[in-house]
């Protein structure tokens, strides 16, 4: 049974939703279900709620039909065992890819005769067990094919064993064109012959030869156990209190985030969610040229969770939660520990010595709650971290690894836009881009939104020494005028304020929102992806808050021929003073590729900080006791 209205459909509720989909007279043998997750009640009801009664279980299903090549979505109450509502998509929109057309579209390009022809005449290769197919999503670049096909473009590879690196030797010259309603090659298209790279890029611990000796065990303990609780998937940590989120698109999400503070429990953020992603790449060799993928649109970054693993993923005492979800023939699909808890030690949470009297310091160790998941698209792994601290800080961090997507070169090239990374083998220049959605009630569903810049006073007689700064803020009331992007010079931020909620000191409780490292998209606004990921045209969107508006670049991303979501929505330039708000920020890596991404790439980590700024009263971390004494100290109650 669900501890919380906002928890994640359970196996069986997904069981279940599935039943009442293949009861429906229009639910054919061509029908796969995309996706199944909660349909969250409204704000009114989660807020009203008490426990234990539940409101309604409701669940909203992603349809596709391969006959017809129609999207749907079907709405069922599951506790009354009943379908709601059943809405026909719009005309030629593509849902996410399941797992298993990326299964099936491998074999079938396997399978194919064309295929097995082009490669005998390029590289003479006869059996294709160790070819490596990974599904690529086919964009939209104007086509009567890309509006009314349901299509991919996939990338292939071959391994030197069944275990090899297949990256390693990308088949350049070759890329099949799939028609996923049909499973059936349309077309190889050949765009020369380029020689297969003749190194390995092993990185598994199988095939690393000598491995670094200095290492001495790092072991983290906690005899008592952690200092979390957790109820189904509603965790208490500290003073925090909310419920992890899983689906199959968005994957790791949090809701109903709250604070205890002095006796009153505080909501902050009712929903944190990664929207959407695309990783544009930046060559215009002819096969390369198509390469973009939105990895939540398109694939579903839930789907492509992992298993974690204690010691390697997550560290310490660790909690998981398992992901339920159901392949394109409504067979169960569980993850398990898709979903990875644990406290971390953060270093000094705050210090003071006096120095008349040195010998008793005033310091705290920090703690941070960590929340986590990591999935692979193919080629990359992305991981997303949410952390919360004892001080009210909230942050969210993706780390990004896996392997970089290869091209070949031919011998005593130097392809202008990548680098050469080992003989013959090259990595394009790419970007990416990420959208988080944060539904803010902050001390209540009414907030405003204010774009807070540094500004130097003007040098007149009160400025005397020019010296002097100070904070400008603005409050941003309108769609059009809250879109903005960061700016160094005037060290922007945004502050998150309850205008009806005064702090101790008469002004309005408050957030404020600290952008990390950033990029710019280097493609023309004209580029076919940017027509389809124009959330990527400003840093910082503001909305108020609609139920049916989740993903930045709209529900159906895959194949679109752009203009929607963040860009659609905000057209009507709507009211976004003291209401509901939602604020979406786009951040993005710029990675041009170095030898040392090569085989497998160093973690690099992107996102933002949450910190309250007068929301409390004072410092909501003067309260974390000293550390007990460690090693011999003589006493650590003052010292940590």
């Known amino acids: 049974m669900p501890t919380h209205p906002l928890e994640s459909l359970s196996a069986q509720e997904i069981q279940l939703a599935v039943k009442l989909l293949k009861m429906q007279a229009w639910f054919e043998r061509s029908t796969r279900i995309i996706s199944i997750m909660l349909h969250e009640p409204p704000k009114e009801l989660v807020y009203a709620w008490t426990g234990p009664a539940m409101p309604d279980r409701e669940a909203v299903a992603v349809l596709f039909n391969n006959a017809t090549n129609t999207v749907s979505n079907a709405f069922l109450n599951l506790s009354l065992e009943t379908l709601s509502s059943y809405i ?291 080629n990359y792994e992305y991981g997303f971290f949410w952390y919360l601290y004892q001080d009210g800080n909230i942050q969210f961090e993706i780390k990004l690894t896996g392997i970089l997507s290869l091209g070949a070169v031919r011998d005593g090239e130097n392809p202008p836009h990548g680098a050469m990374i080992a003989p013959l083998l090259y990595a394009p220049n790419h970007q990416h881009f990420f959208n988080v959605r944060l539904d803010f009630d902050l001390d209540g569903t009414n907030n405003t939104i204010q774009q807070v810049d540094i500004v130097a006073d003007a040098v007149d007689e009160t400025n005397a020494f020019e010296n002097a700064f100070r904070a400008k803020a603005i409050d941003l009331t309108s769609e059009s005028q809250a879109k903005s992007h960061i700016n160094l010079e005037t060290a922007r931020t945004w502050k998150i304020i309850n205008p009806d909620v005064k702090n101790k000191m008469g002004a309005p409780v408050g957030y404020k929102f600290f952008a990390g490292d950033n990029a710019f998209p280097l493609a023309s606004s004209n580029a076919w992806w940017r027509k389809r990921a124009g959330f990527v045209n400003h840093h910082v969107w503001v909305t108020p808050y609609r139920d049916d508006e989740k993903y930045a670049a709209g529900d159906y991303p895959n194949q679109s021929g752009g203009g929607d979501g963040l860009t659609k929505w905000t057209r009507a330039d709507r009211s976004i003073a003291n209401t509901d708000v939602v604020f979406w920020y786009t951040f993005g890596h710029t990675h041009i590729p170095r030898p040392e991404d090569y085989p497998v790439m160093p973690t690099t980590y992107i996102g933002f900080l949450l910190k309250p700024n007068g929301f409390f009263d004072m410092n909501p971390a003067n309260d974390v006791p000293p550390s007990e004494r460690h090693h011999g100290d003589k006493d650590c109650r003052h010292c940590g």
């Open 88 to 378: 026909s998509g719009p005309t030629g929109a593509q849902p996410t890819l399941s797992m298993d057309e990326q299964v099936e579209c491998e074999q079938a390009v396997l399978a194919s005769e064309e295929f097995r022809a082009a490669l005998q005449r390029h590289y003479g290769i006869t059996d294709t067990s160790l070819v490596m197919v990974d599904i690529w999503s086919a964009g939209n670049y104007g086509s009567k094919e890309d509006r009314s096909r349901r299509l991919a473009r996939p990338l292939c590879f071959l391994r030197g064993d069944p275990t090899d690196n297949g990256y390693a030797r990308p088949i350049e010259g070759i890329r099949p064109v799939v028609d996923l309603n049909t499973m059936q090659i349309i077309r190889i298209e050949e765009h020369g012959v380029w020689p297969l790279p003749p190194e390995s890029g092993n990185y598994s611990a199988s095939r690393v030869a000598e491995f670094r000796n200095d290492i001495k065990p790092l072991s983290i303990k906690q005899t008592d156990g952690p200092s979390y609780s957790l109820n189904g998937s509603q965790i208490a940590w500290q003073n925090w209190e909310f419920v992890i989120g899983f689906n199959a698109r968005e994957g790791l999400t949090l809701h109903h985030l709250c604070y205890h503070d002095r006796g009153r429990k505080r909501p902050i953020l009712y929903r944190a969610s990664l929207t959407e992603m695309v990783v544009p790449y930046g060559d215009p060799r002819p096969t390369q040229v198509r390469k973009n993928a939105f990895d939540v649109g398109e694939y579903g970054m839930g789907m492509c969770a992992n298993s974690l693993r204690v010691g390697c993923d997550c560290v310490g005492h660790i909690s998981y939660l398992d992901a339920h979800l159901c392949d394109s023939r409504g067979g169960g699909l569980t993850i398990p520990n898709a979903i990875c808890i644990h406290e971390e030690d953060y270093g000094i949470l705050w210090k003071h010595t006096d120095r008349r009297y040195p010998d008793s310091p005033e310091v705290r160790r920090s703690r941070r709650l960590v929340i986590s998941s990591i999935s692979t698209v193919e």
